[in-house]
């Protein structure tokens, strides 16, 4: 695979999540992610147990959307965005790249009946109950995520910063409180 910033050719395993371009130092996320040892593999446990939250995240977003669709690729855009905005203005990273990572994901079970087979059994709660995050923390992306649903403006830094690595707006315009264009 070739580096998406410069080209430079990229070799992964097929348990590899992401690789540095060692040419250009962008992490690139493998398109072709293999976690199906982790179903027979004695050491699979300590192996994914050792993987960072957004790691896990993006093992299971992969398993949830495949590698080779444009929500993967918006969603990793996303991501790299999110960190740069972390980086320079700080927040909490444990709730924003959650948030970021599983924007695309409904918040209940219900919110997918009839809707996308491929996701009509996951939401954002259950992926984060099934990666032992802690329940403040689930309950912090979920509001975040909750609040853009219904086209809140940003109310905390995190939801601010989860909005521009999105790419949605954050300001009102007018005292009327329509949105900046």
Not at 40 to 56: N, P, Y
Not at 62 to 86: C, N, P, Q
Not at 89 to 104: C, E, F, K, S, Y
């Given at each position: ?5 410069c ?6 395993w ?16 493998n ?34 959307f ?116």
């Amino acid at each position: 695979m070739a580096c998406p910033k410069c080209g430079h050719v990229l070799e992964f395993w097929k348990d590899d999540i992401r690789r540095k371009c060692c040419n250009c130092g962008r992490e690139v996320a493998n398109p072709r992610l293999d976690l199906a040892c982790a179903q027979w593999c004695r050491h699979a446990a300590q192996c994914i147990g050792q993987m960072s939250l957004e790691d896990r995240i993006l093992a299971r977003l992969h398993v949830i959307f495949g590698g080779a669709d444009e929500r993967w690729s918006r969603t990793l855009r996303a991501l790299e965005r999110a960190k740069r905005i972390l980086a320079t203005r700080g927040g909490n990273a444990g709730v924003i790249i959650p948030a970021v990572l599983l924007h695309l994901l409904p918040l209940r079970p219900e919110a997918t009946a009839g809707k996308d087979v491929v996701r009509s059994h996951w939401d954002v709660r259950s992926v984060l109950e099934g990666l032992d995050v802690d329940a403040r923390v689930i309950e912090q992306v979920a509001a975040i995520l909750a609040r853009q649903a219904a086209g809140q403006l940003p109310a905390s830094h995190e939801e601010t910063v989860v909005a521009e690595a999105l790419g949605l707006k954050t300001e009102t315009s007018s005292e009327d409180g329509r949105v900046n264009e």
